[in-house]
């Protein structure tokens, strides 16, 4: 169901707008449509449904026809490729078509999963054929062939790869020219490398036609946090469970059937006994494939490829080593009637109907457990009906309006009945690597249930109602939906000077405790910004925008000196802004010299403090939070002010030494700290550490912050296509800033309608949302435009002068095959009469 809400939201998209959308908002509260999974077979389907007008379940029947047509063609293929006859090409299809596992991953909606296992045998049994043909037309194709493998199911690519590289070793020991030709026992080899050289090019051809998506996709896991709790994902069951499960003796997900592996295994003795250098690929890639199948148990590290990837190719391989048993078994019976005496022509006949019948009656055995299972679901489905609390989310919802679903994996199926928000989607590897807050929603909220975070999280991403899950706060309005109480949001809102708005910047993992702290104390008044690792990209103006900026350790380009960090902070706080500088993590917790603004001189670090914070400062920021609560029995690593400056004042202290100091300097106040609060928080989930930091927060901006009230302001979004939000404003001020509940990545655009020079810089606010500030009065309207980013447009480049580079060859390829060089002026290479070396009178 997954796949086939992407297909539903692309084809609405195409319906609306005629171009496909690069933005989803309805999954994980906003993700780029196409920075995971790799989007081929998507847009195939899409475009054939969208020109013939078809339903979903006419793209179902449609992608099952494409998917395992491809599968038997491809197939038979590879066997022709490895040296199968006829029986066993056709053998080799027809198994691997009613392998269980196959068809269950077709049965439980895996598409794009079987789509790049289909196309993988066409991309193996292509570079095969490249290697014995040696020709340019070969190398094109199969690098287009595993291009589309890379393209329809990434880590299937990568898997191929591996298949590859074995039929290459195998290939270059039973043909050595592909590496070298001897010239006898005298003289060196003449290395060829044509193995090498046709293995490059085709992954080259491969990469270049798909970099347009394989580029940004390789940055974002590149750049993507560890998943938490993903260490033991795969971690597999006892092993001789594992043994009954991939030989089939009862039906599952691993295993192609028994009959199948009975069939593989024969196929192996017979290529092992005969020494049968023909088929010895096929028997060695099954081998492996069933090795790499129980890689966990064998202590064999293959990273992301789990080792349930491997059970589909062992499936294909197994088909193909069938088909050599059965070939085994027709080649026998043949020499057997051949060196039969030739009494008559009926006992060869009868010899030639008894083979047949053998061979079917195998065939009959080995695949009817598959086909007879009742495991098996190719019943279709039914959306024709749509259930009620869709058409209820839908009856009450307003634009932008969140479901948070119960399950980082849940909502499989939200949208392919409606058009509703929802906080999953995808799976647990889509959300982090592509938008690690809604982990934190899924995480606190739905995993923990913990009724803390709910109010402020429910205001910070838009979500109005809990699907599936019960919690404090939240009241159930329909049958298995609970609606938060109090909701009172909306997917744009202007923020005025009365919340106060603090500017991070440091670590986005230490942000992220920042901004989960803030939600622990609901907080409404307090809206936190993230401004990236380092203060090199912001100045005066842009800081002064902010009424608190919290430095994760100072900071700086060193090209640029502290000088400039200074002038620029010191004239920031002056000017009434607010300003913290928390040293607590061990990395930046020694600086031998802190310059202006800042209270302290110089810090080091205490690596055994148990926190036992006193009040100093009386009536401070501190009254009502209850230090006691920070004592910890292990020792927690601190930064402690070795020197503080005249004039500064402490607030708190750890035992003897000094942990959160302040003074004033000009209109502003600047602070130092190094407890770390924001990590203490998530550390322990103590709600009092919580406390003392939004406290810290008020404190520093000199005011406090009254909760947000009326306002005369109204704001109006809308979505024309997926890929753009307008927002209309009316009544703002010039202070005001604007906060688009849409998760933010480096394609958003925002700007004025109407006003050409008006590009707005864009803040991750909150949860990663995007927050702009206008610095307009009255009506306006901004226009937000999710567009190709950097990455995407040089992939698509280097995708376009790959193609250029592939069409080019082939072109002149093509020529000389339909044009030939006229007789005459054909070029010859005879060396004359001889003639001309001859004296006039002698010739």
């Not at 939600?519 to 103006?541: C, H, K, Q, S, T």
Request: with cysteine.
């Amino acid at each position: 169901m997954m796949h086939l809400s992407k297909v539903k939201i692309m084809l609405e998209n195409l319906d609306k707008t005629g171009v496909f959308p690069r933005w989803n908002p309805y999954w994980y509260f906003g993700v780029p449509m196409w920075r995971i999974y790799p989007p081929l077979s998507y847009y195939i389907v899409t475009v054939v449904g969208w020109v013939f007008h078809l339903s979903l379940l006419q793209i179902v029947m449609l992608w099952t026809y494409i998917a395992f047509s491809v599968s038997a063609v491809s197939t038979y293929f590879l066997a022709q490729e490895m040296g199968l006859e006829r029986l066993g090409r056709l053998t080799s299809s027809i198994l691997f078509l009613t392998s269980f596992n196959l068809i269950t991953y077709w049965g439980i909606g895996s598409y794009p999963n079987i789509t790049g296992i289909a196309f993988s045998p066409l991309a193996i049994s292509l570079y095969i054929r490249a290697l014995k043909t040696r020709t340019l037309p070969s190398i094109l194709v199969a690098g287009t062939a595993f291009a589309i493998v890379l393209l329809t199911y990434f880590m299937y690519a990568i898997i191929v790869m591996i298949f590859i590289l074995i039929i290459s070793v195998e290939m270059a020991l039973l043909e050595p020219s592909l590496l070298l030709v001897s010239k006898g026992l005298k003289q060196p080899p003449k290395y060829t490398l044509v193995l090498p050289r046709i293995l490059f090019f085709v992954i080259l051809i491969a990469g270049c036609l798909s970099m347009w998506w394989a580029l940004p996709f390789v940055t974002t896991y590149l750049s993507a946090p560890e998943i938490p709790g993903e260490s033991g994902y795969g971690v597999p069951k006892p092993l001789m469970n594992h043994l009954i499960a991939l030989l089939g003796i009862h039906m599952n997900m691993d295993s192609p059937g028994i009959g199948h592996f009975v069939l593989a295994v024969t196929g192996c003795l017979i290529v092992f006994v005969k020494r049968g250098r023909r088929h010895s690929g096929a028997a060695i890639c099954f081998i492996v494939a069933f090795i790499l199948s129980m890689s966990p148990w064998l202590r064999i590290p293959t990273g992301p490829l789990f080792w349930w990837r491997f059970t589909l190719y062992m499936s294909l391989f197994a088909s193909v080593c069938g088909g050599i048993a059965l070939d085994s078994i027709k080649g026998l019976y043949q020499r057997l009637l051949d060196q039969a005496s030739e009494k008559s022509l009926n006992r060869w006949s009868s010899g030639k109907l008894l083979l047949d019948c053998t061979i079917a009656l195998i065939l009959v055995v080995s695949v009817y457990p598959v086909v007879s299972s009742a495991q098996i679901v190719f019943q279709g489905f039914d959306i024709s009906e749509r259930p009620g609390y869709v058409r209820f989310l839908e009856r009450e919802g307003n634009l932008g309006e969140r479901i948070a679903v119960e399950g980082v994996d849940g909502g499989y199926d939200l949208n392919v009945y409606g058009s509703v928000p929802q906080s999953g989607g995808g799976n647990v590897h889509y959300v982090y690597m592509v938008n690690e807050f809604a982990y934190s929603f899924w995480y606190h909220v739905i995993y923990q249930k913990d009724a803390r975070y709910l109010p402020y999280f429910a205001r910070s991403y838009n979500v109005r109602w809990l699907g599936g899950v019960k919690i404090d706060g939240a009241e159930e309005v329909y049958p298995g939906i609970c609606e938060v109480e109090g909701f009172d949001s909306s997917l744009a809102e202007v923020i005025g000077p009365e919340t106060l708005v603090a500017l991070f910047i440091g670590d986005h993992n230490e942000y992220s405790d920042l901004f989960t702290s803030i939600a622990m104390v609901n907080r409404y008044d307090i809206i936190p910004v993230y401004g990236g690792a380092i203060l090199d990209d912001l100045d005066l103006e842009t800081l002064q925008k902010f009424h608190v900026v919290y430095l994760h350790g100072l900071r700086y380009n060193a090209e640029e000196g502290l000088g400039r960090v200074s002038s620029l902070l010191s004239d920031y706080v002056e000017g009434g802004g607010g300003l913290i500088l928390d040293t607590g993590d061990p990395v930046y917790g020694r600086l031998s010299e802190i310059p202006e603004p800042f209270p302290v001189g110089s810090i080091n670090l205490c690596e055994n403090s148990n926190l036992r914070l006193e009040e100093i400062a009386p009536d401070s920021m501190a009254e009502d939070v209850n230090l006691t609560r920070f004592a910890t029995e292990k020792a927690y690593t601190t930064s402690f002010a070795e020197s503080v400056k005249e004039e500064a004042i402490q607030l708190i202290r750890d035992d003897d030494r000094p942990a959160v100091i302040f003074w004033s300097r000009g209109r502003g106040r600047a602070m130092w700290t190094g407890l770390r609060l924001p990590y203490l928080t998530m550390l322990d989930g103590e709600e009092e550490v919580a406390k003392l930091l939004v406290n810290m927060l008020r404190f520093a901006a000199s005011a406090e912050c009254a909760m947000v009230g009326e306002s005369a302001i109204h704001v109006q979004a809308e979505l024309p296509s997926l890929d753009e939000i307008v927002v209309e404003v009316k009544n703002a001020s010039s202070d005001d800033a604007l906060w688009v509940k849409m998760s933010y990545h480096s394609g958003w655009t925002a700007e004025i309608q109407g006003v050409k020079t008006t590009q707005l810089k864009i803040f991750q606010a909150g949860p990663g949302m995007m927050m702009v500030f206008p610095e307009k009065e009255g009506d306006f309207l901004v226009r937000f435009v999710f567009a190709k980013d950097a990455v995407v447009q040089i992939g698509e480049a280097v995708s376009l002068a790959g193609v250029a580079a592939i069409l080019i060859p082939a072109f002149f390829c093509c020529v000389r095959r339909i044009w030939t060089v006229p007789r005459g002026w054909a070029r010859t290479h005879h060396a004359g009469s001889g003639l001309s070396g001859l004296r006039r009178s002698e010739r």
